[in-house]
């Protein structure tokens, strides 16, 4: 029994020692070994490895610095860093996907404030890319992923059927009636997870409203809301194409994640998907015959008469930040940088296909560099809604939405649904 | 000084016991009691759960629970749960277990097969059901389109009418085992020579069954039962993994909206609201069916 005690008491007097040990202090002493913990969600072996390899350049450089470098899947991701700032044991940097989600973690203190470092590099980055890495003009975090989200069709298809690749919707929905007739699927779409559907409707209430609307309704300005016509057509033209099959049957029960509705893609029994600028490796990864010899992409096509234009696009990618409360910020800012910079653009392109948001990479593929055309060519980049707007609401934006998928919701109701809940959050409209 | 001897043996007797129990309290104390505890008091603030600043709103959250549309189906498809746990595995499980007890050749081979569900990881066996209800390339599509009932293949998790059987069924499939191998070894317990002697008073299976087999599996049955209602009523993992309570909520759970709320969208104090009350209702339901079978047992 004593022993017991005893063996408490140590217990107890080592763990608050533990907790304890090691006040703030500004960078490390020349010398002292320290280790830097990143957090990051490429899982995939050549996103992993171009992370390795920048994160070895950085300690070559810098041999008193141990980096922990941790890969996590996507959705786990969120709910692993979420439960480790809370409980006190967060990684030095880690990723974000920008907009609301980042907010959460910066109103709540855990983002370092890099506007002043930064300046010394913000030159190296792209206007889109630092835009998704603040908050007001605070810059918090840099690009390590960047890309517009396109629509991705089969080529083989396009001239089996004769098809040209449509810049209107009409001329879209043209070669979908097509491909439908010729027992095609035109859109493949997981909608499971709900945001891989959202891009679509994105789009089309981009397309129809402009992006101003989507600004002007989260800012709760100029007399514009949520429930404004745009978003209602765009939810009409979504059940419009559910109810004509452009999308295959029960797709808000396919996963993407695990593949289903690529797998319609690569198998030739869907022509179109509709998705960000991830396709692009995934397919590198997963079917590059298909990649050499199938895919091709153009931009979401416009509606004659409608507000949008062709290079609004929708898009989005990872920032990754330093813990606001790391105890070696200096050099953890440095590791940002690296992990972001030229040589680790140009292995993201040469490995996984993927833009990072650095200035200056070389582009040899031509899919790629037509992806890339699309981004430096748009004039406004909207964040996914999803990643852009408050958690809360952003659930709300991604359930209506699977619901119009669906056929459960009208566009109306949908619409007032959001609205509602953007009062809640946001304030009433002004 | 006989008395005092004896006292002096329980004194250490005592020492023992909780010298053997300190370790489980300890583990106990930590991981549940405290954790109930916390989850109590996160329920009064408004946290997001990943900030130092919280705001005490004392009942705040639970009004809004009570509120909340969508706990309303969370808790309606929990208690549907409840009931077909109840009322499907437990008897299918009871069924395979009495056949494991026969005299029937293969026994072992079949107690290995039906066990295998229990087996699988979860998360392996939801991939595996969400492949096979796909209505593209799933199994469940292909045999439909063969017999002729093509026009009817839907995509079975993504439809309200049919997500929830869906689930429902894989839920089933995986934990009939578990209840089957507690019941096997229920019916294990049971003496043959009540069964020979039943025999030689002219009974035949049916009244052995109902006057021998049911009656002394009451027990085991019983802590199934709580087991199984506990379980359903915070079970969480096949449905996060096949669905994630969806399509539009159809087949929500307290425990997914629970994780929704809290990890998803940020609100920490409200998902610890719905744990709070997870808490009450798994309690109240444990309490009331044992006080009422307890009852039973004695009539």
Known sequence: MKRLITLAIVMVVAISMLSAAGAPEATAAKGEQITLNVWHIGVDVSRRATMEKAIARYQAANPNVKVVEQAIENDPYKTKLKTAMGGGNPPDLFITWGGGWMEEFIKAGKVLDISEPVKAVAANYLDPGLSISKLGDKVYGLPITLGPSSVYYNRQLYDKYGLKVPTTLAEFEHNCDVLKANGIIPIALGNASKWPGAITFIYLSMRYGGAQVFIDAFNRENGKTFEDESFVKAGAKIQEWVRKGYYPEGMNGINYDTGGSRMLFYSGRAAHIIQTNGLLGNTRNEAPDFFKNNLGLFKFPVIEGAKGSADEIVGGGNVIHVYGGTKYPKEAFDLLVVLSDLEYGQDMINGSSMITGVKGIQIQDTLIKQQYDVLMGAKVMQNFYDQYMPPALAEVHKDTTQALFGLTMTPAQAAKLVEAKAVEVLGPAK | ?299
């Open chain 2, 1 to 299: 000084m006989v008395p005092t001897k004896r006292r002096a043996i329980n004194h250490k007797e005592i020492l023992f016991v909780v010298a053997a129990l300190v370790p489980g309290l300890l583990f106990y104390g930590v991981y549940n009691l405290y954790g109930i505890f916390m989850t109590f008091q996160y329920s009064t603030l408004d946290w997001t759960g990943i900030s130092q600043n919280t705001g005490f709103v004392g009942l705040a959250n639970y009004l809004k629970l009570f509120k909340d549309p969508m706990m309303g189906v969370a808790v309606k498809n929990n208690l549907i749960l409840m009931i077909t746990s109840i009322v499907i595995q437990l008897p299918f499980a009871l069924l395979l277990a009495l056949a494991l007890n026969s005299a029937i050749k293969g026994t072992r081979f079949f107690r290995t097969i039906f066990f295998l569900p229990m087996l699988f990881s979860t998360v392996a066996t939801g991939i595996m059901w969400q492949l096979f209800f796909d209505p593209m390339f799933g199994i469940l599509a292909y045999v439909m389109q063969q017999v002729g009932l093509g026009a009817y293949i839907i995509g079975f998790l993504a439809d309200v009418r049919t997500a929830m059987p869906a689930v429902l069924f894989v839920i089933c499939w995986q934990f009939i085992p578990f209840y089957m191998i507690i019941l096997k070894a229920g019916l294990t317990n049971i003496s043959v020579e009540l069964y020979e002697a039943a025999t030689i008073d002219g009974a035949n299976r049916w009244q052995a069954f109902w006057k021998i087999t049911l009656p002394l599996m009451a027990p085991t049955l019983r802590t199934s039962a709580v087991m199984s209602m506990v379980g359903s009523l915070k079970y969480f993992d096949l449905v996060y993994i096949m669905t994630g309570g969806g399509p539009s909520g159809a087949t929500e759970l307290m425990a997914t909206y629970m994780y929704k709320k809290g990890f998803v969208e940020f609100g920490m104090g409200y998902a610890s609201a719905i744990a709070g009350l997870m808490f009450i209702i798994c309690f109240v339901f444990a309490c009331v069916f044992l006080y009422v079978t307890r009852v039973r047992e004695a009539h």
